[in-house]
């Protein structure tokens, strides 16, 4: 089977891989409708997070369940199935809390670029759709595997809703769909950070009422003059540097709330500037398993689109072009045909 | 008037100060019934945090309203109040989310270890008691100012609570209030850190099920252990330093939720470490005053005595004694009576 490897910095390529087969009771294999190329895939491309060796890439994917474990009940060969970028059980008591990015038995999901994948803990992992999704419904069904999953997490952890003003720094597709779940969530006001012309547009397809232009301090205090003074309620943090989680932080009022789900992996947060903002932080591996029945449904009812996220679509064996768009900011999110 | 004023490390003088007086009418004039040093006075008493010239001291406070403003009308002379330590007009969209430590108009309290003491803002940071309190409850309505105000805020950030384990870093009065508040608010299982005997005691007294000797990464195995190998669900953080933040951010089970009222001056939160811990974290000055009318009746029906913490009292005049004894540990916390 073919699947994406990343070698060096820069080196991706779709080779010959050992087929993915059944390894424990618990697993399922799929075949892969589509994958994607996730910004965090982008780290290790650019160097930025160190490999140890060639790496098979991908962890956001759709396909039909190929087979399945002795131990597996819930998803059945033949099915479409949507599933998590973290393998989880979703029984032991921190998924049942709604934590299942960070199950007892959490496995995180690699090559999923591929022809086919193992998927770990099947039960707890997968949800089948309602049937075989139409065409147009698979760009919108694979977000809901990561990209989707994620900025909807945010947005509930930074407590978007009715009443509440929220703000959202990072125009990726992480960022972008945090505004489609804002709105979704009964937001009154959505302020969009962006300076990209297509992506403050999808901000505002998406629900966002506003548009911030500038950054860091500049951009706080465009918040504050949107907010009578006091800053946003809810403040959706999608990039991961010290200077967005600062602009987030600062946009928060007293006592309002900080969803963040871009990986903070430089990050050094002050003590005492956290104490004195008063604000709730949140954030996180996404635990998308909890969201997903209800993103599926969502999407299958068409009352979201989330695909609108993918402005490029390649066949597997152009992932090097998927990756190199992505990285020149040629394209938000690249989605690729097995 | 008698006033505590602090000249330099170690150096705190009981000395005639200017009579206070009403300055704005908002003001009211108290005469105060007791005052405390807090474990934040310490800090600048010990050079920690430099001090640009001669400092009255002392924020929490109980009293006799002596006088007030032409606009206050929620209390009046003669009537015993009980005020935050942080002044608030308590109409402001923050104060009304609970906020007040952070109200539009907030205004820190000093110089309440004194005979009389000017507090802004008396309509929104006063509370009456219902009469004049027995002599007895007079500790604990003092605590209500600041001490219980703030560890009661540490265990409601953390959602301390009914079928929740609650683990309490720090055994200074706020992290032994924070336990009364864990139990008041129906933690089942409530684990103190502490190494000192008569803490150790004052802790169960207050409702804790379990202590814990260790510190830092032992002291995270024993809850670990203790909780099923998962975290305990909320935690309190009150000592401030970077050990025991991350004590309490790895004491945390995915999804759980620390609160902090520790200053936490020096510290620096890898966002790495806070990213994969998928804990809330929410703290802050405590805004006591939106505890403060439950808290009273909680101490007026007798159903919580968190005036236990004082271990020691003096008469104003030896005040520069009772920093002494808490800097060197040899109290947990002192009450001074003017």
Redesign the interface.
């Known amino acids: 089977m073919r699947g994406t490897v990343l070698y060096a910095p820069g080196d991706v390529r779709v080779e010959d891989r050992p087929e993915a087969a059944i390894e424990k009771p618990t697993d399922a294999v799929i075949r892969l409708t589509a994958a994607c190329v996730c910004g965090s895939d982008l780290w290790p491309y650019r160097g930025i997070e160190p490999i140890d060796g060639p790496r098979p890439m991908g962890h956001e994917y759709v396909g039909v369940v190929e087979a399945v474990g002795s131990e597996v009940t819930s998803v059945k060969p033949g099915q479409f199935v949507v599933g998590s970028f973290v393998a989880s059980d979703n029984t032991c008591?921190?998924c049942q809390?709604?934590?299942q990015?960070?199950c007892?038995q959490r496995e995180f999901i690699g090559g999923a670029q591929a022809d086919l994948m193992r998927v770990p803990l099947a039960d707890g992992t997968l949800v089948a759709t309602p049937g075989t999704p139409d065409a147009d419904l698979v760009p919108s069904l694979l977000a809901a595997s990561d990209v989707l999953g994620t900025g909807w997490f945010a947005a509930v952890a930074a407590e978007a809703g009715p009443g509440k003003t929220v703000a959202v720094v990072g125009d990726g597709a992480v960022g972008l769909l945090g505004v489609l779940a804002a709105k979704q969530l009964g937001a009154d006001q959505i302020i969009a950070f962006s300076r990209h012309q297509d992506r403050q547009k999808l901000a505002r397809e998406f629900g966002a009422t506003d548009i911030v232009t500038e950054r860091g301090d500049e951009g706080v205090a465009k918040i504050k003059e949107l907010t009578?003074?006091?800053g946003a309620h809810s403040v959706i943090e999608a990039v991961?540097t010290q200077e967005s989680?600062m602009q987030a932080i600062h946009s928060t009022?007293?006592?309002g709330h900080v969803g963040?789900v871009g990986?903070?992996?430089?990050?050094?947060?002050?003590?005492?500037e956290?104490?004195?903002?008063?604000?709730?932080?949140?954030?996180?591996?996404a635990?998308v398993r909890r969201f997903l029945p209800d993103l599926i449904s969502l999407i299958w009812n068409r009352t979201i689109d989330p695909g609108k996220v993918f402005d490029l679509e390649l066949p597997l064996d152009q992932a090097a072009e998927g990756y190199k768009a992505m990285d020149e900011r040629r394209a938000i999110k690249t989605l690729l045909r097995p």
């Not at 956290?274 to 591996?285: D, E, K």
């Open positions: 008591e921190i809390a709604g934590y990015s960070s007892v009578n003074g006091l991961g989680m009022r007293p006592g963040y990986v903070p992996a430089e990050v050094q947060l002050p003590g005492v956290l104490f004195f903002s008063a604000v709730h932080l949140h954030g996180g591996p635990p």
